[in-house]
């Protein structure tokens, strides 16, 4: 009687764990979240095809490489992604909008959900860092003081630059001014950050610190889609890559790269 009760309870103890793995599977696999999908779309330059029948997609929280040689396509697919191309055809999603029914009163929108990061950091240089961070939060609708303060603080130290807010851009070094890109980027909470070639400009020393901070920004849960042509960073950091070439965009697995 004894044993019979013990393997009836083990046997539902089994069973509920086995329920609850596949309810606890289930659940994983609803969490994926996209923040980028593209389906047959194609990247123009005014009239020009630039790449075509573009299929992607991003999920939240990966860190993703976008490759390929100069004039491939890599900042003409991220102006489309930002808004500042149109996307003529195919479908494409990012973030909460619509790449393909986006009305330019949408973009303004489109970018506070999206953190940019340029090659030449885009810094203004008539102002010092901070004021540098409280003109964008201004443009995005900020107007409590403490909570300017706060913010502007909290990212400056997640790219280890506390310290250097009344700094101009003049005074920083290019690693350091790419860093406050990087910082002025995280400013409205992006869901998702594009950077292209964010190590562009920076010797090889200087690109992996500006890499070591975007890896913990990623490990913190952000989405980065990096386009890139330092080869030695993929390898020093391997993540899913993205080629651009002959006017497509595929994978790779990095023997290919
Ligand atoms: N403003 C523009 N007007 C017209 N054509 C453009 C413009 N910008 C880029 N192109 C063309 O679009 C194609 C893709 O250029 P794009 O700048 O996207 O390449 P890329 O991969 O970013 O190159 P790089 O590695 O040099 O930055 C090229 O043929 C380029 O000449
Ligand atoms: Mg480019």
């Known amino acids: 009687m004894c044993i019979t009760s013990a393997k009836e309870k083990n046997l539902k103890k089994g069973s509920l764990i086995s329920i609850r793995t596949y309810y606890f599977y289930i659940n994983i696999s ?121 913010q502007v603080l909290s990212v400056l130290e997640k790219v280890g630059m506390k310290t250097k807010g009344f700094k101009f851009p003049h005074e920083l070094s290019g690693g350091e001014q790419q ?22 400009n920076l010797d090889p020393q200087t690109s992996v610190e500006v890499m070591k901070v975007l890896q913990e920004i990623n490990k913190a849960g952000r989405t980065i889609l990096m386009a890139t042509h330092d080869y030695a960073l993929i390898l020093k950091y391997p993540s899913k890559t993205l080629k651009c070439d002959a006017n497509k965009v595929f994978e790779v697995v990095q023997r290919a790269v």
């Not at 869901?191 to 070639?197: T, V």
């Open 30 to 150: 609803a969490m994926k979240e996209i923040v980028l999908e593209l389906k047959d779309a194609s990247i123009f330059q005014k009239d020009s095809l630039v790449l075509s029948e573009v299929s992607l997609k991003v999920e939240k929280g990966e860190f993703v490489y976008l490759i390929g040689k100069t004039g491939s396509g890599k900042s003409s697919f991220m102006k489309t992604l930002y808004g500042d191309l149109p996307l003529q055809k195919g479908e494409g999603h990012i973030v909460e909008f619509n790449l393909k029914t986006l009305k330019e009163s949408e973009i303004p929108f489109l970018r506070r959900k999206l953190g940019i990061v340029f090659q030449d950091f885009k810094l203004l240089p008539d102002r010092n860092i901070n004021q540098n961070m409280l003109f964008v939060l201004k443009a995005t609708g900020w107007t409590d003081n403490a909570k300017i303060d706060a």
């Open 179 to 200: 860093r406050i890109a990087i910082a002025r980027a995280l400013l409205n909470d992006p869901e998702l950050i594009l950077a292209d070639e964010p190590t562009g």
